[in-house]
């Protein structure tokens, strides 16, 4: 099994701040890659896939990057919506994976 | 719009076998470009692929959970179901549908449903 870590585990951030998550793949996945979005009682939403390729109706101050193992979530400018945790998804090779997330909270 | 419903039993003893269905709306579970998973989610901790299915019927399971799930789908009734079987406490978890688009990336997901499981 491909292996996903994330870091940090959790982060406080201001609105307004610049906020990057990072994710590791135990082996290459190439851009094979989701990033996704939950609030607390809610399913979670996909932001990113293909690791760069932002979802319909996502707004762009989110952004990704990456390739083979280590892949970027990007929040240009954190909003008070964007409180949340963030997961990231393999789906290089099955069984599909994903990290075990990064709570952003508020400084 | 796509919409997702999950519906089961809350609560379940141990050794017992969950069922769940997926009801689809909004779209057609026969769609080409699409898989129908489920993904589960222990009380505050992080998300666990179990599986999902192609309309055609082909499946694919999560080694750690494979002798122990099951998933199908009834086209006529636009439904997926998963059935988990040989429950214990650590299968307590929110349980989602979710549809897969692509390269197996999850863009819409149902509401979830709590599922504990408890004597």
């Known amino acids: 099994d491909i292996q996903m870590t994330q870091s940090p585990a959790s982060v406080s951030a201001s609105v307004g701040d610049r906020v990057t998550i990072t994710c590791q793949a135990s082996q290459g996945i190439i851009n094979w890659l989701a990033w996704y979005q939950q609030k607390p009682g809610k399913a979670p939403k996909l932001l990113i896939y293909a690791a760069s390729s932002l979802q319909s109706g996502v707004p762009s101050r989110f952004s990704g990057s990456g390739s083979g193992t280590d892949f970027t979530l990007t929040i240009s400018s954190l909003q008070p919506e964007d409180f949340a945790t963030y997961y990231c998804?393999?789906?290089?090779?099955?069984?599909?994976?994903f990290g075990g997330g990064t709570k952003v909270d508020i400084k | 719009q796509l919409q997702l419903q999950e519906s089961g039993p809350g609560l379940m003893k141990p050794s017992e076998t969950l069922s769940l269905i997926c009801s689809v709306s909004g779209g057609s579970i026969s769609s080409s470009s699409h898989y129908w998973g489920w993904i589960r989610q222990p009380p505050g901790k992080g998300l666990e692929w179990i599986g999902h299915?192609?309309?055609?019927?082909?499946?694919y399971y999560s080694p750690s959970l494979k002798s122990r799930s099951s998933i199908s789908v009834d086209t006529s009734k636009n439904q997926f179901s998963l059935k988990l079987s040989s429950l214990t406490a650590a299968d307590t978890a929110v349980y989602y549908c979710?549809?897969?688009?692509?390269?197996?990336?999850?863009?819409?997901w149902g509401l979830g449903t709590l599922v504990t499981v408890s004597s």
């Open positions: 998804q393999q789906t290089s090779s099955f069984p599909l994976t």
């Open positions: 299915i192609y309309h055609s019927g082909s499946t």
């Open positions: 979710a549809r897969a688009q692509g390269r197996y990336y999850f863009d819409s």
